[in-house]
């Protein structure tokens, strides 16, 4: 149940009919429906004059709002029916009491005592809770999107960590098998540039594929498990962030790419020559 301005005060566009107005609660009941009612009941067609049962109570559709989500952040779209507060309050009052919700602007400390006041002109002994503004209201309720927004990018940090020093060690080891070949281009006057460009290429090729690979699988999951498709607006989250993840992944590839390479760049051709006539 809804009163008069609900929809502009909350800034729900309406597609088609008329708002609410000071509805006689003894004339024939009218409703509001969102566009997914007009969607899943009319197939899209215009339904405004058409009525509809209720509770076994017909109404008569005045009005097309745009769709909102109307009990969770993260449900699924559903159709919803507006009903006039007016028209309804006194046959099926609510047991959790109702909301009172006002567009402002300034500061909302001030507004909140005058509607206090004004409430309490109607009824003193009138209780009134949970008082906060809409962002306070959109703070609790994304409050679980944001945890496990969190708690995924620290399990993503964790794995993009073990998984660079996976690779750190796989080429060191590379690097390690080819003191022969590294050996005998630096006696036969191979500059350390040269190997550390030859080992750096050998470690990007690795990370490329990673990257070309990880890239399109790592989209299509993000797609496959975002069921609360609103969540991710509501936080800022973007596909951007898995590309990001995937980039930094070879970021820190080319890091530890070039540190190996340093390794392999000091070392002393004479010696590993030797190393390798000793060992054939």
């Keep these: 149940m809804v009163g008069q301005e609900y929809f502009e005060t909350l800034g729900i566009s309406r597609l088609a009919g008329r708002d609410f107005g000071a509805e006689n609660p003894t004339a024939p009941k009218v409703d509001i429906v969102n566009e997914e009612f007009v969607k899943r009941f009319f197939?899209?067609?215009?339904?405004?004059?058409?009525?509809?049962?209720?509770?076994?109570?017909?109404?008569?559709?005045?009005?097309?709002?745009?769709d909102t989500k109307?009990?969770?952040?993260?449900?699924?779209?559903r159709p919803v029916l507006y009903r006039s507060i007016n028209q309804n309050v006194a046959s099926d009052p609510s047991q959790d009491g109702y909301t009172v919700m006002a567009r402002y602007e300034g500061d909302a400390a001030t507004l909140t005592k005058a509607m206090e006041n004004q409430i309490h002109a109607v009824d003193p002994a009138l209780a009134i809770f949970n008082t906060q503004t809409m962002e306070e209201h959109l703070h609790e309720a994304l409050f679980l999107p944001r945890l496990v927004g969190v708690l995924f990018s620290v399990f993503g940090l964790g794995g993009v960590t073990l998984a660079s020093v996976g690779l750190y060690g796989v080429m060191s080891?590379?690097?390690?098998?080819r003191t022969k070949e590294i050996g005998v281009r630096m006696a036969l006057g191979a500059r350390?540039?040269?190997?550390q460009r030859m080992v750096v290429r050998g470690g990007m090729r690795m990370?490329?594929?990673?990257?070309?690979?990880?890239?399109?699988?790592a989209?299509?999951?993000?797609e496959a498990v975002d069921e609360p498709a609103v969540w991710r607006e509501a936080v800022g989250y973007r596909d951007v962030h898995t590309g990001s993840s995937t980039a930094g992944g070879g970021v820190a590839d080319c890091v530890l790419d070039t540190v190996t390479a340093g390794f392999a760049g000091?070392?002393?051709?004479?010696v590993a020559l030797r190393w390798v006539i000793r060992h054939p």
């Design 266 to 270: 000091r070392s002393d051709g004479g």
């Design 207 to 217: 990370a490329l594929v990673s990257v070309v690979l990880g890239l399109p699988m």
């Design 192 to 195: 350390a540039t040269e190997v």
């Design 173 to 177: 080891y590379s690097v390690s098998q």
């Design 70 to 77: 109307s009990r969770t952040i993260g449900e699924q779209q």
């Design 43 to 66: 197939q899209g067609e215009n339904s405004v004059g058409h009525t509809v049962n209720g509770a076994g109570v017909p109404y008569e559709i005045v009005g097309v709002v745009k």
């Design 219 to 222: 989209a299509c999951g993000g």
